[in-house]
Structures are given as structure tokens and as C-alpha cells.
């Protein structure tokens, strides 16, 4: 071969070899064209190890030397550290394996593969007996190509050192855990990487493999894989996760190394996956190291390939030939390096007489190569321990959330189901989906196991992947943790999930259960459209009416025990409605997400026998943290104990097939970085306001909050007339709505202890619905519910329109009585209200006052009074009545009176100035309250009256008369105290501070716990 050519062959090579490095290669050409052409090469054109500039010498053996050591040097240079140095380097001594980069001025470098050095090129010199000159051969694998190895029999233990030393070097450059091993070994039985074994434990490796059966699943899984990377990490963008890690996405995919230490002679299905896992898997980070046991042409017709020893005769085997025409076996593996054994190349005139040991690459053309030696034992085993020992570090820390999301936001289409990346596990991400199969899905875990955590990774995950419009949810949190506050505005972040319906933080049980019911009444809705239509799920109603999005709706409850304890009617109703959405939701796709510490002990799914089964029974998904054994069993399944075992927080079994134990798989739940949900966040919010400027925000429930009267919707818009009757009636439909009915701005009320809701608003601002002349309502406070945004008591002329407020929570009563006299008398014109306001208890008079200053601002006369004028505004209220009785009977009345209307702070204060007869008149203070109660409505004589407990209201009443009051708020009463007030109906509520019940015996079929009204401030 004379030099020219020779350097021609070299340049081929490396070019072929060294996409990187094309650049200099292409200046080899350069250089290699001159030679050709006999002339001097360009000044520029060589680098060699002088630097570029330097020129070159001009005679052809003195050009192919600068072209020889130019070519070292890309070797060099692309093969460096443990990817190149030899097996005697001082590198090798000292690791660290599996290291990540060092960090160089302070920014932490990214490992990139290069070459990985195999062997040298040999050239054979131009004159005759003079010594051969080589040249390192480093071939691309990571991110470059496959590597196949064409072997004869005789020569497989150096194809598989080849296989050893590549390995070696790969599992020493690479960070640990960031590259993995999935080996095929039929003949050996795992032999052949003995060296290897310890990487198995870490995760590195997995179990070999040593049945074809076994690898057909196996390359079916990866084809899959190497498909899901395309299209959810490259997406048409990019070309390879190489360029998107070049354009500045990070590596989110650990490398692949598929190694074939045998033929596994695939047929159809499993020749398919591998040929497509080898033409797209580079690109992927997936690479396939293969080794083929060939029978030489002629020299060998009968075959010595020893796979014939352990595999019946093959019809094809004569594919197993070298061909001669495809200069390969009949089916190469599609974008490989190929080294084959000269052995087998006996008859090509190119390669005959060539020195046997030596092997052709695809990438040296008519160069031989010969193979580095194997790395010495001690180095695998040494190697292989550090780099198990790192990848079983790395995988105990948390996997960051950050891996898991995607590229791009709202790209996933949300009709067949919805699936979402959470957790790492053995083969990588770990994905948790929400369709017809695994419709509900249920978290347990002992306190501090992780469970919120999760819940926050699967709603963030869901709302970066699916837009708003294919997703809704409810988010209820039952315990003290404030985990879902981050998905409502607040005072100091105004972002909120465009995808929240609700959220309730800290959530009142009343609160879950009017989420569970208005969730239910929006299946029924979806029943309704379905009929319409005529389709029987929520993809044929998608299918069928374009016209809405028709999202999924997943109901996220954390610690939904809560809910159901103690076993009361608010548990009756939970479990009523979790059992309805149970069972249906897979027609309606509506999806439950329940998270809890124990499922044992929820004395509602117990008492009714087979409820717990009937809701569970239809979560198939299961996630499984740290627990007890015993709730492991109950969580999971009765044999099921996997849970009990797990050690660290994040750690879980994932299980899909109803908790049984072959449906176990342990995986690390992410962890959701602050600084990465922050990200994300701000791409939700500008990703958002882009493409749904009217979002509307979610309906906000925090339980600690208190309602601020002054930012309440309804009490804001309040403008002289009473309030319309819409506001009591409004139901609250959620999802699915014409966008036109969700537009009301509520955000100024967001966080302020109530839910909202837009549809009342809307409903207020429809003159229409108004009642001119009406009955003012006296509000009280927010119900725990999803609508209306406030309540209270209408004062209509009719017996028993009084409103009582019961209880020694002072905070409560305060603001109960101030905010109904206050939104009375913004319900009436100038004129149109006569207050007297008594503080009969000397510590209320400044909320006495505060309330009249508000009142009179609103253009009515107000007079205070003490405990001293309580005898004489009762006493004038009770004349005020028999007057305006005796006007109406005489037809004297003429135009309606103003309403006048009684106050009292603390009426039981005043019980001894009440008793006292009056000597002119006969009359004691209870008689003139009772008139005043007895008869007053009817004449627009109207009493807001707070007694600090119930005997005090029901004494000065007298037994009797006890209903001539028929609203009723009580905070701070026992419910027995409260249970013949109720008209003989338990009281759940209203005991816990910031909590009122609330009962109108005209109204209501079941008094209702309202958040009630914070206390005025002045000013
Ligand atoms: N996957 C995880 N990786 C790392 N830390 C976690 C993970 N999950 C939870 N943690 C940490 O453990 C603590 C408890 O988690 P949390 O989700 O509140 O548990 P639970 O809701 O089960 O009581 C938190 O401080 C959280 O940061
Ligand atoms: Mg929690």
C-alpha cells in the first residue's frame, strides 16, 4: 500500500469515527488530497502536536508521518482519561470511578462521552523490514454509534476482552449510575462479565439474561423506551438527547449498553425491535454491543459455531455466513462500528495473508487493528466495586423532580388518561397514570413517609403536561400541612394553578364533602351530555362534542381519614359520594387521588359493611411509603407486607394491580426541588396568561382564615337593596361551564376564609333576579361549602324573623351581630332603617360603637346605649310594635314604616335590669322582648340579639316561645345544647374557634357551619 493511499484509508477512518473532531479531519483531507496531487501540503492544513501555523513537511513519508501523528493525537484527544489511558496508567491506580467531573472554576462540568480507545491501527511500512508504525484506535459508543464484533469461534474470548475493556473503561469514565448494563449471555451463563456481578445489586446492571424469550421482551421494552425518548424528549426538535443536552436541556436519560454476548438469531418480532433499537438508540443514549460467532466462507462450510451445539439446526443458518455481497452478515446491525476477525476473511483478496489476531473495523479500512489487551482483573474488580458502591449512593439520594418534566408544557392530550412521571426505578422513570385500567389511586404512608411530597410531583407533573382545559382538580388538604396553599394566590405570590378548581387548605370536613357533592353533580351533568350524544365514556363524549374539552377531573384529597372521623352524618355523606365516584368515575373520567397515614382505623368505611371494599376495590394504583406491616396489609393486600420493609423517606412500592404482591415495584419518589418548582411555576403563570388570559381562579377554602365582611363578594355588593334571593339559592356547578359564567373577579376575596363562588356573583349582578322591595339578609358569615359566598338570616315581615346569636366565643358573636346589623342597613335606602344598638356588658360597647358609626354612614340614625338603656330601647321597640298594630288596624299606616331594628351585645348581661317591673306601665324588660319578639317581624320590628348561652336565650324568651326566634348562629355551643333548637337534628359543628353553625328553622333542612365574620375594625 503506498503512503498516499495509506493516509487516504487512515483519513476515512477517522473521519468516520470522530464527529466531533471533523473539523481537523477535514483539514487531514485537505492535506491528503495535496499528497495525492504531489504537492506541498498547506501551511495551515496540519496541526500535528506543534500547534497550528506550523508548517509542514513537504515529501510524501515525512507528510504521512505529520498525517499519523495528527491522527494520534485525535485519538488522543478524544479518548482521554479512563476512556484512553492505558491499563498501566497511573490513573488506573488511584480512580475515582464513576466520579462526576470535576468542577473547573467553580462551574460544574458535565460529563460527555468521546471515543473509547480499542486498539491500534497497525501500518505497515513503505520500505520492506522496516518496524510497523500504529496508531491508538478509538471508536465512538455513547452517543456515537453500536459496536459489533464479528468473531470466530477461536477468537471469541478476545471479542469478549474487547467487550471487558470497553465496559471497563466505560463504567470508570462515566458517572455512577448514569450509565446501565443490560447483558445477553446464553452460553456462559453469566460467565462472561463474571467480573461484572457487584454492578447487578447497585442497579447498574440487571440480571443477565439467558433465554432468547426472555430478551425478546426485554428488546420490546427498550424499543418502547428509545420510542417514548423520541417523542417525549426529542419531539421533532432535536436529532439526538446529545444535541438537546447541547441546546441546553440537560441529560435526563441514563446511557444504555445493550450487550449481546451471543447471536440470540431473532426472528420477526424480536429482530425487528433489536434492528430498531439499534437504528434509533443512539440517538437515545440506548447502544448495542453485539458479538457474533461467524463461520468462515470455505474454509468452514460445516459450520463451527458453537450456537449449533446448544440450538437445534437452524433452516436459516446459512445467514450466519459472512456475505460477501453486504461485506456482512445478512443482518448487520443497523449503525455499527464492525470489527471483524480476519479469520474470516480469508477469501477477499485485501485481507488474505493477513496476520491472524489482527481484526478489520468498519472504521480503518484496509488497516488492520490489533486489540489492546484485556484490563487485569483486579482493575475490573476494583473498578466495579467503586462504581456499584457510587451508583448505590447516588440512587439512595432523592432523584430530583427536575428529570421528570417535560420540555415542553401542555403538549399530552388527556382523552385516553392521564400519565405522569414520578419516581425513578430499576429501569429508569416510573410513571403513574390515570386512565380506564387504573382509574383511582390511593397513597398511604406512616407521617413523614413522603405522601404529600408525592401528591405535590403528580399534580405539578399533570399541570406541566396537560394544558388546563385537559385537566381539572380539586385539591383538599385535611391536615395542618399547607402543602396545597402553594396552588392558591396569596398575599405574596398571586400565582395559582390554572388547573385548580378548588383548594382547600386545612379543610373543614363540611368543606370536603360539599367538594365530593358538587364533583358528583358534575358526572351527572357529563350523564346528561353523554345521553345527548349517545356516548358511553368520556372519550366517546370527547369524540362526540368537540365543542368543550371535556377535561379529566382528578379530586386530590391528602389525609382523606379526616373527612371521615368521627363516623357522623358529614362521614355518611363522604363515604356516600367517594363511593359513587368510586364506581363511575371511569365512565365520567373523574379520578380520585386519596392520600392517609392509616386506613385502618376509618370507623365510616368499617360500620357499613363491604363500603370499604367497594371504594377500594376500585383502586387499582396503589402507592405504598414507609408504614406498618399491618397497614402495608390493608393498604396493599392482605399478603402484602412490602410496604412494612421500606427504609427510607421517598422509598415506595408502586402497584397497579390492586395491591397484590406481584404488582410490587420499588421505586424513589422525586423529590420536588423549590428552586425547580419555582421555575416551573413562572412557566405555568406566563404559559398561562399567553394562551388563557381568563382563566378563572380556583375556588380557595383555608380553614384558619377568617371572612373579612368588607372583602366578601356579596356584602361588596350590597348598594341600598335587600339582597337578591339568587344568593341564598346559587348552587355552586363546577367544571365544565360555559367560560361566560366563570368570569367573576373574585380574586380580591381569594384567601379570605371563604369559598367563593362566581356563579353567586353572577347571579347577584343579574337584575333580574333581584326582588325590588324585598327582605333584607342579614349575614352572618361564610358557609363551609362551595356556595354561596355568604349567609344569614332574611328579615322578612313575617313571625319569628329574628336572629339570635348563641355562644361565649366572644371573637365569633361580635362579628356575627356587627356584620348582620352592618349588611342590613347596606341593604336598605337613607330612611329606610331606625337602629338602636345596646352593649349590655361594658367590653362590647366599643364594638357597639364601631358598628354604629358603619351604620350611620350608610345613612341611618343609630343610637348607643349601655346596659342602663337596654329597659328603655326595649321598652320603645315594644311600643313602636303596638303602634304600628294599631295603625294597621286602624288603615292609618300609609306609606311603609322604616325597619327598626333592636341590637344587643350580650343581652344576658342585662337579665337583672330586665326583671325589674316597671311600676307605671306593669311591664318588666321580657315582657316588652317578648312582644318585641313575639310580634315585632310583622311590623319590620326586627331583634339581632347575642346571648352567651343557650338557657339564658331560652329563660328570657320564656320555654314557649322559644321558636319566636327562628335563626339561630351559635359558636361554641355543644351540639347536645343545640339539639332541640335544631328541631331535635344533631349539630355537628360550630364548636372549634373560628366556626359557627348556623340554622334557620324556615330555611333549612340542616343547620349549616358557616367560617363567620371576623369583628370590625375601626375605621
Ligand atoms: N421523595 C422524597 N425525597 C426526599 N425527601 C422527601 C421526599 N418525600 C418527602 N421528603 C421529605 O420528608 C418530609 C416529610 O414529607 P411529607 O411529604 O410531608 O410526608 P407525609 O405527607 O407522608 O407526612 C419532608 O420534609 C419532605 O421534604
Ligand atoms: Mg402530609
Known amino acids: ?536 365514556d368520556l372519550r366517546g363524549l370527547r369524540a362526540a362534542d368537540r365543542s368543550s374539552a371535556w377535561p379529566r377531573v382528578i379530586v386530590v384529597v391528602d389525609e382523606f381519614q379526616v373527612m371521615l372521623t368521627p363516623m357522623d352524618e358529614i362521614a355518611r355523606e363522604g363515604v356516600a359520594h367517594l363511593e359513587v365516584l368510586a364506581r363511575q368515575g371511569r365512565a365520567y373520567g373523574v379520578h380520585l387521588l386519596l392520600a392517609s397515614q392509616t386506613l385502618s382505623g376509618i370507623d365510616a368505611l368499617d360500620s357499613t359493611a363491604g363500603k370499604r371494599g367497594s371504594i377500594f376495590g376500585q383502586f387499582a394504583l396503589r402507592v405504598a411509603l414507609r408504614t406498618s406491616i399491618s397497614e402495608s396489609r390493608v393498604l396493599l393486600s392482605t399478603a402484602n407486607e412490602a410496604a412494612g420493609a421500606l427504609a427510607g423517606v421517598g422509598e415506595a412500592i408502586v402497584n397497579r394491580r390492586n395491591g397484590h404482591p406481584a404488582g410490587n415495584e420499588l421505586v424513589r419518589v422525586a423529590f420536588p426541588d423549590p428552586a425547580v418548582i419555582s421555575r416551573l411555576r413562572d412557566r405555568l403563570a406566563t404559559t398561562a396568561a399567553r394562551s388563557l388570559p381568563s382563566v378563572p381562579q380556583p375556588r380557595v377554602f383555608v380553614g384558619h382564615a377568617p371572612a373579612i365582611l368588607d372583602d366578601n363578594p356579596v356584602y361588596r355588593a350590597l348598594d341600598g337593596r335587600p339582597a337578591p334571593a339568587a344568593i341564598e339559592s346559587a348552587a355552586a356547578p363546577i367544571g365544565d361551564e360555559p367560560p361566560a359564567a366563570i368570569h367573576a373577579d373574585v380574586s380580591a376575596a381569594a384567601l379570605s376564609g371563604a369559598a367563593l363562588s362566581a356563579a353567586a356573583l353572577s347571579g347577584a349582578a343579574q337584575p333580574a333576579a333581584a326582588q325590588p322591595g324585598g327582605d333584607p339578609l342579614a349575614l352572618v358569615g361564610v358557609p363551609v361549602d362551595l356556595a354561596p359566598a355568604a349567609v344569614g338570616a332574611r328579615l322578612a315581615a313575617s313571625p319569628g324573623r329574628h336572629l339570635a346569636v348563641l355562644g361565649p366565643l366572644r371573637r365569633e358573636a361580635v362579628g356575627m351581630v356587627q356584620a348582620a346589623a352592618a349588611s342590613i342597613a347596606a341593604q336598605l335606602p337613607a330612611g329606610g332603617l331606625v337602629a338602636e344598638i345596646v352593649a349590655a356588658e361594658p367590653t362590647a360597647l366599643g364594638a357597639a360603637e364601631i358598628l354604629a358609626e358603619r351604620m350611620r354612614r350608610a345613612g341611618h340614625p343609630v343610637r348607643v346605649a349601655d346596659v342602663t338603656g337596654l329597659r328603655g330601647v326595649l321598652a320603645a321597640a315594644a311600643d313602636e310594635t303596638r303602634a304600628r298594630e294599631n295603625a294597621a288596624l286602624a288603615g292609618t299606616g300609609g306609606p311603609a314604616p322604616p325597619l327598626r331594628l333592636v341590637v344587643v351585645f350580650a343581652m344576658d348581661a342585662g337579665r337583672a335590669a330586665l326583671e325589674v317591673r316597671d311600676p307605671q306601665s306593669r311591664r318588666t324588660g321580657l315582657d316588652d322582648l317578648r312582644t318585641v319578639t313575639r310580634r315585632g317581624p310583622a311590623m319590620r320590628v326586627h331583634l339581632v340579639g347575642w346571648w352567651r348561652g343557650v338557657s339564658r336565650m331560652v329563660e328570657d324568651l320564656g320555654p314557649v316561645n322559644r321558636d319566636d326566634i327562628a335563626v339561630w348562629a351559635a359558636a361554641g355551643v355543644p351540639g347536645s345544647d343545640l339539639f332541640a333548637m335544631a328541631g331535635h337534628r344533631p349539630v355537628a359543628g360550630g364548636t372549634m374557634p373560628n366556626r359557627a353553625v348556623l340554622f334557620d328553622r324556615h330555611t333549612q333542612s340542616e343547620p349549616r357551619t358557616v367560617v363567620p365574620f371576623a369583628p370590625m375594625v375601626r375605621g
Not at 509542514?56 to 479512563?82: E, H, K
Not at 510497523?132 to 455513547?142: I, R, W
Not at 405522569?420 to 387504573?438: E, K, N, S, Y
Request: proline letters at 9%.
Open 1 to 536: 500500500m503506498s503512503g498516499t493511499r495509506r493516509a487516504r484509508t487512515l483519513v476515512a477512518g477517522i473521519q468516520s469515527s470522530l464527529g466531533a473532531a471533523l473539523a481537523l479531519a477535514d483539514r487531514l483531507e485537505e492535506q491528503a488530497a495535496v499528497l495525492e496531487r504531489g504537492g506541498p501540503p498547506a501551511a495551515a492544513a496540519v496541526a500535528a502536536q506543534g500547534g497550528p501555523g506550523r508548517p509542514a513537511a513537504s515529501n510524501g513519508p515525512r507528510d504521512v508521518d505529520a498525517s499519523l501523528a495528527q491522527a494520534r493525537m485525535i485519538a488522543r484527544s478524544g479518548a482521554r482519561g479512563f476512556a484512553g489511558a492505558s491499563w498501566a496508567a497511573p490513573d488506573w491506580r488511584h480512580g475515582p470511578f464513576g466520579a462526576e467531573p470535576a468542577a473547573a472554576g467553580g462551574v460544574r462540568a458535565r460529563f460527555r462521552p468521546g471515543l473509547w480507545q480499542v486498539g491500534q491501527v497497525v501500518i505497515p511500512p513503505d520500505d520492506p523490514g522496516a518496524p510497523y508504525s500504529t496508531v491508538p484506535l478509538a471508536v465512538p459508543l455513547l452517543d456515537g454509534r453500536n459496536l459489533r464484533i464479528e468473531t470466530v469461534r477461536a477468537r471469541r474470548a478476545a471479542a469478549v476482552d474487547l467487550v471487558r475493556g470497553l465496559l471497563t473503561r466505560i463504567l470508570a469514565a462515566v458517572p455512577a449510575g448514569r450509565v446501565r448494563l443490560v447483558v445477553y449471555d446464553p452460553h456462559e451463563l453469566g460467565a462472561g462479565l463474571a467480573g461484572f456481578a457487584p454492578l447487578r445489586a447497585a442497579g447498574v446492571a440487571s440480571t443477565t439474561i439467558t433465554t432468547r424469550a426472555r430478551l425478546e421482551e426485554r428488546l420490546a421494552e427498550l424499543s418502547a423506551e428509545v420510542g417514548r425518548i423520541t417523542v417525549e424528549r426529542l419531539g421533532g426538535r432535536f436529532d439526538s438527547l446529545r444535541e438537546r443536552e447541547d441546546a441546553g436541556h440537560g441529560r435526563p436519560e441514563p446511557w444504555l449498553l445493550l450487550v449481546l454476548l451471543g447471536d440470540p438469531r431473532l426472528y420477526e418480532e424480536g429482530a425487528r425491535s433489536l434492528s430498531a433499537v439499534a437504528a434509533q438508540g443512539p440517538a437515545c443514549g440506548v447502544h448495542v454491543i453485539s458479538i457474533v460467532q461467524l463461520a468462515p466462507l470455505q474454509t468452514d462450510p460445516a459450520g463451527a459455531d458453537d450456537l449449533d451445539d446448544v440450538t437445534p439446526p437452524d433452516p436459516d443458518a446459512d445467514d450466519l455466513r459472512l456475505d460477501e455481497e453486504a461485506d456482512s452478515v445478512a443482518d448487520p446491525l443497523p449503525n455499527s462500528v464492525v470489527f471483524t476477525a480476519v479469520e474470516l476473511l480469508a477469501d477477499r483478496p485485501d485481507w488474505r495473508g493477513a496476520q491472524p489476531g489482527l481484526w478489520r473495523t468498519s472504521l480503518t479500512g484496509l488497516l488492520p487493528v490489533q486489540l489492546d489487551p484485556p484490563p487485569p482483573p483486579d482493575l475490573v474488580t476494583a473498578v466495579t466495586r467503586q462504581v456499584a458502591d457510587a451508583a448505590a449512593r447516588e440512587a439512595s439520594r432523592p432523584p430530583g423532580i427536575a428529570e421528570l418534566l417535560p420540555g415542553t408544557l401542555w403538549e399530552s392530550d388527556s382523552a385516553a388518561g392521564v400519565t405522569v412521571p414520578v419516581a425513578q426505578g430499576p429501569d429508569g422513570p416510573v410513571r403513574l397514570t390515570f386512565d380506564d385500567d387504573t382509574v383511582h389511586a390511593l397513597v398511604g404512608g406512616q407521617a413523614g413517609a413522603g405522601k404529600s411530597t408525592l401528591l405535590l410531583d403528580i399534580v405539578y407533573g399533570i399541570a406541566a403536561r396537560y394544558a388546563p382545559d385537559q385537566v381539572r382538580f380539586h385539591l383538599l388538604d385535611f391536615k395542618e400541612g399547607l402543602e396545597f396553599a402553594q396552588f392558591a394566590p396569596g398575599p405574596a405570590d398571586p400565582f395559582f394553578l390554572p388547573h385548580a378548581d378548588t383548594v382547600g387548605i386545612e379543610s373543614d370536613r363540611e368543606f370536603g364533602v360539599a367538594v365530593l357533592r358538587a364533583v358528583r353533580e358534575q358526572m351527572r351533568r357529563r350523564a346528561v351530555a353523554m345521553r345527548a350524544v349517545g356516548a358511553r
